[in-house]
Every structure is written in C-alpha cells, then in structure tokens.
C-alpha cells in the first residue's frame, strides 16, 4: 500500500496558478492575497475533506471551499470556483511510475490509500499513474481519515492480502506509520528531504528491495 501526496504526487505551486485564472477571468490579486485566500482554503478542505465521499457531496464541498476562497479575497464566490479547481494540479515525482512499473512487473499487488476526497482516481490518472495500481482508497470512501485503521483496512481488502502480508509507504511519521501500525501493517517512511532515519527510504526507487 502506498500514500499519495507527498509519496506519489506533489502539488504544483497553486498560488500562481490561481492569479493567471482569475486574470483570464478580469480578475486581479496579488501573488501574497493568493497564497494568503488559498492557505485558508486549503485549511477548510483539510477538515472537511471527509465530506466529499460521492460526486454531488463532491460539487458542494468544492462550493463551500470557494465560499472561503471569496470571502478572503473579496470576490464572488461563483467567479473563484473555477480558476480555484484550475488552480489545484498534481504532478507524479519523477521516481513514481517507474519504481510502481517495476512492482506491477513482479506482480506485487500496489494500492493506493491516501487522505483524500472521492477524487483521487481522477487525480491519479491525470498524473498518468492511473495503469499502476489494484485499488484505490480514498480516506472519503473509507469514512475515516490516516491514522485511522479503516483506509488500511480497506487497503488490504483490494490487494487481497493480510495484514502480516503488506506494508504500506507515505511520508508521515503519523499518518502512514502510525495508521499502518494500527492495522497491523508494517510502515516505511519516505523522506525525499534527505536525513533519513534508520528504517527509512528516501526514494520509491528503493521499494523493490522491500518487497
């Protein structure tokens, strides 16, 4: 099992993003009123993000967080929302696909379970990772949020292992290996900052010798 953002995916500086759509809408704001309105945004979705567990709780969860987007940057709402989703791009770190393709060579089953809403296939596969995995669990789906046992849980389900068969990858001390310990699965930290503690990996590229 493996974590997305941070292990799979990063998120591409929105900030900037954000100003150039709203610019293409007649639109201006400061870079600093950006990262300031998206910095809120992204706090609101982070709690709530349980919520978007299906499409249409999807769409209104996107619609409360452009209510917060407009609200700190003094703007409707409905003119945010868009530029705000266009705002918000994933890129697969470069060690991604190629350490997936080598486990999916060696028929090691890989599912994807992340603290994420119901997006996270779509996500995924725009980040051209969609053709490397078994399953997807999304902490939305699940019902409960990493350190939770349940995303795990269900982890295990799709790969069709036990727990004493399976470790799971991310980058949070907290999250991934506190949550796998609670599902009885063995954790591995990733730390692409460097300073890796033993037991660690700084890269995917190390996980072929893992499993």
């Given at each position: 099992m493996i974590d997305a953002l941070g292990t799979l995916v990063a998120l591409e500086p929105p900030a900037p993003r954000l100003r150039e759509a709203l610019a293409a809408e007649g639109l201006e704001v400061t870079l600093a009123d950006a990262r300031r309105a998206l910095a809120a945004e992204i706090s609101f979705y982070l709690e709530h993000h349980l919520e978007g567990h299906d499409a249409a709780a999807l769409e209104d969860l996107r619609d409360r967080c452009a209510a917060v987007l407009g609200t700190e940057l003094g703007l409707d709402p409905s003119r945010v929302r868009a530029?705000?989703?266009r705002a918000l791009r994933f890129r697969a770190f470069e060690d991604a696909e190629p350490a997936l393709a080598e486990l999916r060579s060696r028929r090691v089953a890989v599912v994807v379970v992340s603290n994420w809403d119901c997006s996270l296939p779509e996500v995924l596969a725009a980040a051209g990772l969609a053709t490397l995995f078994d399953g997807v669990v999304s902490s939305a789906r699940a019902g409960a949020a990493k350190p939770s046992?349940?995303?795990f849980q269900r982890g295990l389900e799709l790969a069709g292992v036990t727990a004493d068969q399976a470790l799971h990858v991310g980058d949070?001390?907290?999250?991934d290996l506190a949550g796998a310990r609670a599902a009885g699965v063995r954790g591995v930290l990733l730390t692409r900052q460097g300073g890796t503690p033993p037991g660690a990996i700084c890269s995917l590229a190390e996980l072929a010798h893992l499993t």
């Open positions: 530029p705000m989703l046992a349940a995303p949070s001390p907290e999250n």
